[in-house]
């Protein structure tokens, strides 16, 4: 996707004639006072859903002076704010939220493996539905806050007025975005903090476009959250409202016959680039690589439900080595998965450990050995267990769907006194980037852990396996 940055007025000057168009508005509301950053994208494109709002019908139709024509987006950039802050007298962001505490509402959000339900005013759930034998759902879940007090929205004082507290701000992709938060507590009791009940913080956002769907679910210490949420209903306190960015998007999309990118602007760029030859220190390719790897993962959109969200957080982009050489390289250990969202993050590295860890500029790195490999136990274990599960497909053929390692001998466990140990799940996942990695980390017993491993990458490696699910380079 292309960008560069200048203000409306040279841009106009380099586009040349420029007329509003279908829901466009008018141009005299845009200044050079507010830098904008314009973006050339395809017409496979999805706006942003956080930061800065857009609409499709807020835009303007550009002609260059060599008749190509675009579409540009604008951003909604709010203006005359602080006047209306200082007089708005409406009602207060607990009283805007009450209608969705009072439908008894919930919002859900599919991950990888866990489902997440925030019930509005109620609880907080974390939960994974299997079918086992007989149809027979098998439930884990866990409760990550419950609603302590009847009216969680009591932000008025006994006089009727708004407590004047500052309104608190959480950067979202960048974009220093004010909240109206609700705590929720008595969650599920947590073993890694001496049964502690799980806490959370629900934080609503203003969002027009929005269902009230979630936005994102973050562990930011242990057994403590952080749940964002999308909602049209605090939009009508200005206090609430997105403000503009340091610098904004627009983007500009091609109409029918015209090129992707203004030709003259074409021109500029690659007069720029010459200019910057003497100076590059990064290739080309890979400046091209890092900028289509880092747009894929946090623009584009993943169905979720019936609403459209941002990618599922903890999936990474791995470095677009060769398909052969990363798979030796996985293989043997030396090129090793990172994921994991919120607190602790985790390390795989295929034959060698599983560590979970966290890192602090304070106090530096704090690591945990979940589970060490050792091939003996594990095809003792892979003799009671399943190691290798198969898909049957619809031509007829058999593949393996799953392949299960067992890692042992990790630190020892202060709840159970016995050493940590881990199932590495290593499971097909297909998706638009192929070097896509997601891992997620379970527990479902005490110090026992599960580890998830998806990505287009296994999905070359998986018909290898053995009867004990070990792994070999394919021919």
């Known amino acids: 996707m292309g960008q560069c940055r200048l203000g409306l007025a040279a841009l106009l000057a380099l586009l040349g004639g420029v007329r509003a168009g279908g829901g466009g508005r008018a141009l005299s509301q845009l200044s050079d006072d507010i830098p904008f950053r314009v973006n050339w994208p395809g017409t496979d494109f ?10 499709e019908d807020n835009y303007i139709i550009m002609t260059t002076v ?73 439930i884990q879940e866990y409760f990550l806050g419950n609603m302590l007090i009847k009216s969680p929205l009591s932000d008025t004082d006994q006089d009727g007025k708004e407590n004047p507290k500052e309104i608190p701000t959480k950067n979202i992709e960048g974009q220093m975005t004010p909240y109206y938060p609700v705590g929720m507590g008595n969650g599920t009791p947590c073993s890694l903090r001496q049964s502690l009940p799980r806490s959370s913080t629900v934080m609503y956002i203003c969002h027009p476009e929005a269902k009230h769907e979630i936005l994102s679910v973050a562990e930011v210490t242990t057994c403590e959250y952080e749940v964002v949420i999308l909602t049209p209903l605090l939009c009508n306190h200005p206090k609430y409202r997105f403000r503009a960015s340091p610098v904004n ?20 760029e690659q007069q720029q680039e010459m200019l910057k030859m003497p100076f590059r220190r990064v290739k080309e390719e890979e400046m091209h ?85 050792n091939k003996e136990e594990h095809i003792e274990w892979a003799k009671k267990n399943v190691a290798r599960a198969h898909h049957l497909r619809e031509d007829g053929m058999q593949t393996v769907k799953v392949v299960s390692h067992f890692y042992g001998n990790g630190d020892v466990c202060d709840l159970t006194d016995k050493p940590r140990q881990v199932t590495v799940k290593l499971k097909c996942k297909e998706s638009d980037s192929p070097h896509a990695v997601t891992v997620y980390m379970l527990e479902p017993h005490s110090c026992q852990y599960i580890l998830g491993v998806e990505s287009p990458v296994i999905c070359k490696i998986l018909d290898t396996a053995d009867e004990n699910g070990l792994l070999s380079v394919p021919n």
Do not use: M
Request: with cysteine.
């Open 46 to 55: 999805s706006l942003p859903t956080t930061g800065v709002l857009y609409k």
């Open 66 to 138: 060599d008749k190509e024509k675009y579409k540009c987006i604008l951003p909604l950039i709010a203006n005359g704010d602080e006047e209306e802050e200082k007089d708005y007298k409406g009602p207060s962001p607990g009283e805007l939220l009450e209608p969705l505490f009072k439908q008894s509402s919930c919002s859900y959000r599919i991950e990888s493996y866990w489902t997440y339900e925030v019930c509005h005013g109620k609880h907080i759930r974390q939960y994974h539905e299997e079918k086992e034998t007989g149809q027979k759902i098998n």
């Open 249 to 268: 998007d627009i983007f500009c999309q091609s109409l029918p016959g015209s090129p992707l990118k203004p030709h003259n602007l074409e021109q500029l």
């Open 289 to 373: 690589s890092t900028k289509e790897e880092k747009f894929s993962s946090i623009h584009k959109p993943l169905a979720v439900g019936s609403h459209q969200q941002l990618l599922t957080v903890g999936t990474t982009h791995i470095s677009k080595l060769t398909d052969d050489q990363l798979i030796k390289e996985f293989l043997s250990g030396s090129y090793c998965f990172h994921g994991g969202v919120g607190w602790w993050k985790y390390e795989f590295c295929y034959g060698k450990y599983v560590h979970q860890y966290h890192e602090d500029k304070e106090s530096g790195k704090t690591s945990v050995v979940v589970g060490t490999w």
